[in-house]
């Protein structure tokens, strides 16, 4: 199974930008469907930016004009470059492989998270 690491997240204050990387062990060029979900405390799991083999991105109506998905296939690698920040951005960050849809997501193999702070 595809092993997923992520790097990138930290404190920022809002108004901030960052990087999310998300390194797969395996070529990722035959994946469909790649994505970042995050969870907060206390709130639900979502599916905030996701990306196709063809490059087709979808995002949650709370990031679109503000987060940028994208992947490079030949370094096995998923990105989230997150712009204009707020504090209801802050939560774990997680790189997924999905199937379904965008809207209607089957997650599978997941990373181990990485924490984004976004202070006021």
């Known amino acids: 199974q595809v092993r997923l690491v992520e790097s990138g997240g930290g404190l920022v204050q809002a108004g901030g930008s960052l990087e999310l990387s998300c390194a797969a062990s395996e070529n990722i060029f035959s994946i469909n469907a790649m994505g970042w979900y995050r969870q907060a405390p206390g709130k639900q799991r979502e599916l905030v930016a996701g990306?196709?083999?063809?490059?087709?991105?979808n995002y949650k109506d709370s990031v679109k004009g503000r987060f940028t998905i994208s992947r490079d296939n030949a370094k096995n690698t998923l990105y989230l470059q997150m712009n204009s920040l707020v504090p209801e951005d802050t939560a774990v960050y997680y790189c997924?492989?999905?199937?379904?849809?965008?809207?209607?997501?089957?997650?599978?193999?997941r990373g181990q998270g990485t924490q984004v702070t976004v202070s006021s």
């Open positions: 997924t492989i999905y199937s379904g849809t965008f809207d209607y997501p089957i997650t599978g193999p």
């Open positions: 990306i196709t083999r063809g490059g087709n991105t």
